[in-house]
């Protein structure tokens, strides 16, 4: 159905890197065809990240005349503030397609959801399946009349329940990455994914390790290596280098794929000193502190490379590197970039991972293994000098492990489990009714937890803890002037409270010898300015005309600030008092110092905030009236706004 398929909107963003490689294992069944099928991809990695083998596995599936719907990572852990550009990215691509739906190659349809980045929390988990199904019920409805197989990467809770809204007729689970080793927060994911072994229909593992993880629960577990697209390099094998390496001398030992904190920085600076007359090339995304490798001449970060522009960057190294440490992630590890560089003939040089001495055993010792950085340095030595010797070895173990050798094998199984399935499958308007029938009892405990949230609200002081961490106060001490910020005087001209408290707190510290000058500061124009009206009330109070400074062509508390900034400077001021309302202190202290890291910026926020029911005694707030929803929308909005904020580097 193309018209329904274009639907979903042109494609956008390409794939920046490569990681995807590996050989094929167990006994393969008799070639069979699996086309024309639907096929929901639930990914660990987003379309437009480092090319890998969800990548290879949606388009040669879409290459075979199957629809993929290609669903973006949803997370295996609770997001942190790295996560923040690629939440933003995911905003972005949401916006950009239809629903969250993009289309970006022929037969492939991503969904980028919305979801609450909350993996293991009960009222996420219902609300998540909820959004999330009824974007596959979407789907449905223009992609056939099959029920789908669902491939997931993803073994959590939410691709559990996914698996049951989707009706699929086949399940696949590819364990490529021990999640639960992967960090402390991933660690409660071996509950959701061994039941995932269990309940799937096939289960693939990329490594001995996992495979023997997965076969703990079932003893049918398949080991598929990860794949190299050998075409590809093939065609560019024995070509010209990469320009852009020309400027680098030989020799040159590289490696490629993320630069994260599973790769041994240490080892690669102690390699860079053992080694002064070699260069180490490294490509791809910086993940990690690179700390140790700044300032060496001889180590060079090209940063991430489109897929496609890999093959003439390894034609110009002389080996390849696998530089991971050990630890029980990476113990689990199938480094899939021994394929990319084996498919140019390169010789690899690696530490001493077990995949890779399980890879030795298939493929007969084609990789240098060291346990340090003398030995590796001794390995990288000798690969230089090696010339052709080995290259045959090499090239017949890549194309071993090509992907279209593995993933025919992998269909083949897939199309084996749909004949032996009873009964044709049911039509896919029948799967979207039955996820619109589950939408009411997903609904009545929604309504159930937002109702329990509204309670924690109002009648606990949660909302208090949880904004706690946006007030920053300091004792007023003496200084050149104090900047208020204003709150809204509205149209009318009558006071706001937050207006008049903040001019009310700048009157106190002038009053009380701290300043000897005010600026108040507005981006809320009415038919009487709002600084206006602070400077009126100011002089009320006792407070020279002359004394004070009023700005009002700011928008906003950044352009609020800007505008301050600019005048405490010209007048020469090396120290001020910040002064607004308790919440709002951080991010405004923040941003404010971010424009002059020079200018002393003391916070001393108001005393009493209406708004809120607070007043401050001693340094301790102390709330008058309980939280409701309008104090909830100011403090969510305060932390997404300083959020914003330090995405756009203004804090």
Known sequence: MPGLWSGFGPGRGKPISSLGSGPLMDTEPPPAALRGESVIILSTIDWDFIWQSHHEVATRLAAAGNKVLFIENTGVRPPNLSDFPRIARRLKNWWGGVKGFREVLPNIVVLSPLV??????????????????????????ASGSRPPILW??????????????????????????????????????????????????????????????CAAVRSDVVLFPLGVNFERF????????????ASIPKPRFGYVGGVHRWVDLGMLAQLSELMPDAQ?????????????????????LLGARPHED???????????????????????????????????????????????????????????????AVGFAAALASAAKSGSEGRAARLAAARENGWDVILPAMMARVAGILERKDGPGRPWAEVARRLQWKAPRVLVAGAAAAAALAMLIRYSPALWWAAEPLRVSHPPVSADAAVALAGGAGEGGQPGRAYEESA???????????????????????????????KALAVSEGVPAGAIDTVERGSGTRAMLVEAHRVVRASGCR???????????????????????????????????????????????????????????????????????WMHSWV
């Open 152 to 213: 997931t990467f993803l073994p959590t809770p939410l691709a559990l329940s996914l698996v049951e809204a989707a009706d699929p007729s086949v399940v696949v689970y590819f364990c490529v990455s021990g999640f639960a080793e992967s960090s402390a927060e991933a660690a409660v994911v071996a509950a959701s994914e061994a039941e995932l072994v269990a309940r799937a229909d096939l289960v693939f593992a990329s490594s001995e390790a996992l495979k023997a993880k």
């Open 504 to 534: 009310m707190r700048a009157v106190e510290l002038y009053n009380s010898g701290y300043v000897r000058r005010i600026v108040f500061s507005s981006g809320v124009p009415g038919v009487f300015d709002e600084v206006a009206v602070m």
């Open 310 to 372: 890999l093959a003439p960057i390894l034609a110009g190294f002389d080996a390849g590197l696998i530089p991971y440490r050990r630890a029980p992630f990476t113990d689990s590890v199938y480094p899939s970039k021994i394929n990319e560089y084996h498919a140019m003939g390169l010789p690899v040089v690696s530490t001493r991972l077990p995949e890779v001495e399980a890879y030795n055993l298939r493929h007969g010792g084609v990789v240098a293994v060291a346990d340090d």
């Open 575 to 645: 120290k001020v008092l910040l002064v607004s309302s308790p919440y709002h202190m951080r991010r405004a202290a923040l941003a404010m110092r971010k424009l002059d890291p020079v200018l002393e910026v003391v916070p001393v926020p108001v005393r009493e905030c209406r708004f809120y029911g607070i007043r401050e005694d001693a340094g301790t707030l102390i709330h008058s009236r309980r939280p409701a929803w309008r104090h909830l929308q100011a403090v969510l909005q305060e932390y997404l706004t300083l959020v914003y904020y």
């Open 280 to 300: 180490f090339v490294l490509v791809g995304p910086l993940q990690t502190d690179i700390g140790p490798l700044r300032g060496r001449p001889n180590i060079h």
């Open 234 to 245: 093939s065609a560019a094998r024995g070509g010209a280098a990469a320009a852009e390496l």
């Open 116 to 141: 609450l980045p909350l993996p293991y929390s009960r009222l996420a988990h219902v609300i998540n399946t909820w959004l999330i199904g009824r974007s596959i019920a979407s789907w449905v409805r």
